[in-house]
């Protein structure tokens, strides 16, 4: 079975001071892993994607994850927090033979001028 | 715009009608998926389909759901006798066949169902 854990349900932080979005997995294979961001009343967009290749995954906007099978996390960074970053964050898994994402219940980050 | 659509894009309902509800994915897409989020959850998978053949249906597809995808291209997401705990936003997601390893699924605003 996989499954995602993301442990803040919301994160307040300032403009220009770093993101840190947490997120465990949990899979019973090698997982491809992705974050996705949703804003309101707009689609689900990718972020960024893992697939065994290099370990640190850079995405758009700037942001970036990290996969550390030995912590079995992949958090979500990045550097200096955007007023348009305010948005709802999830952390999806996928396994290779399964073509079902398994969404984690989200991360609301809010960017306080 | 090439993107995933959905239709319509809001949906209200009275408690035992049925709904259904339209995905038209990417074009050159051969994979189509359903989705369900309730408020403040994430997405949960419904059903997948390659081309026109269901291959997978999650547990959470009552016998009340059904999906089809005749030719191949778009999708309907049929609800019979629709209860209040069906009041969710319905994603629809699509995807290539992946060459090599699994691919992102692209998705659409999804349609958001109130059932009264």
């Known amino acids: 079975a996989q499954s995602v854990t993301q442990l803040d349900s919301h994160v307040s932080v300032s403009e220009g001071t770093p993101v840190l979005l947490r997120c465990n997995y949990s899979s019973s294979y090698s997982p491809s892993l992705f974050w996705y961001v949703q804003h309101p009343n707009k689609g689900l967009q990718l972020l960024l994607k893992?697939?065994?290749?290099?370990?640190l995954v850079k995405g758009i906007n700037g942001f970036e994850a990290e996969f550390k099978k030995s912590e079995t996390s992949f958090h979500l960074t990045k550097p200096s927090a955007h007023m348009s970053d305010a948005a709802e964050y999830f952390c999806?898994?996928?396994?290779?033979?399964?073509?079902?994402?398994?969404f984690g219940s989200g991360t609301r980050l809010q960017v306080q001028p | 715009d090439t993107g995933v659509s959905q239709n319509p894009r809001h949906k209200i309902t009275k408690r035992g009608q049925n709904v259904t509800f339209r995905c038209d994915p990417i074009s050159e897409h051969n994979r189509l998926y359903w989705y369900r989020q309730t408020l403040g959850q994430g997405p949960e998978f419904l059903t997948y389909?390659?081309?026109?053949?269901?291959?997978?249906k999650s547990r959470l597809l009552s016998d009340r759901f059904s999906a089809e995808r005749p030719k191949g291209s778009f999708s309907t997401l049929e609800i019979q006798r629709t209860e209040q705990g069906d009041s969710a936003m319905y994603l629809c997601?699509?995807?290539?066949?992946?060459?090599?390893?699994?691919?992102?699924?692209?998705f659409g605003p999804g349609t958001r169902l109130t059932v009264t």
């Open positions: 999806v898994v996928s396994q290779e033979g399964r073509r079902a994402l398994t």
């Open positions: 893992y697939t065994s290749a290099a370990t």
């Open positions: 997601a699509s995807s290539p066949i992946p060459t090599s390893t699994v691919p992102e699924q692209y």
């Open positions: 389909f390659q081309n026109e053949a269901q291959l997978e």
